[in-house]
Every structure is written in C-alpha cells, then in structure tokens.
C-alpha cells in the first residue's frame, strides 16, 4: 500500500504541464480524497490552504493546515 501511495504522490508533484505549485496539486488532491472520505476537518483545511495561497501564503498560510493536509496525504 505504501508503495502505491508514493506513486500517486510522486505523480500529483512531477506534472511538467502543470503550473501550481507542488504544494497547492496535493492540497487539491487532498481535498478530492477528503471529501470522498468526508472528513470535514481536512476539507476545511484545505480550503484555508486554498485561500492563503490566492491571497498570499506568507502573511496567511498557517503551517497546521499544511501539515494535517500532509498527514492525510501520506
């Protein structure tokens, strides 16, 4: 299974046709799978991911949101 996971995370991260950020791929990619699994706290988390990146991750981002999103992830 894990091996499977690193396939699909080293896919979402290596597109060259795609131009977010490798941050913002996993986060949408997230979202997907969050909402797929209904898990709220996640959903919300990478929607505050979505918004800070639009409006400026410097001042916005928060570092919890991007590491429960990770979390998910792996």
């Known amino acids: 299974m894990g091996a ?3 396939a699909v995370m080293t896919t979402i991260t290596s597109d060259p046709l795609d ?6 791929r996993i986060t949408w990619a ?3 799978a ?4 209904g898990d709220e706290m996640v ?5 505050r991911i979505i ?3 639009r ?7 928060n570092p919890a949101d991007l590491k429960l999103v990770y979390d998910f992830a792996l």
């Open 4 to 6: 499977d996971k690193d």
């Open 19 to 24: 131009s977010q950020r490798p941050r913002m």
């Open 30 to 32: 997230v979202l997907e």
């Open 34 to 37: 969050a909402k797929d699994a």
């Open 43 to 47: 959903i919300a988390a990478c929607r």
């Open 51 to 53: 918004a800070a990146d």
């Open 55 to 61: 409006i400026g991750w410097r001042k916005h981002g």
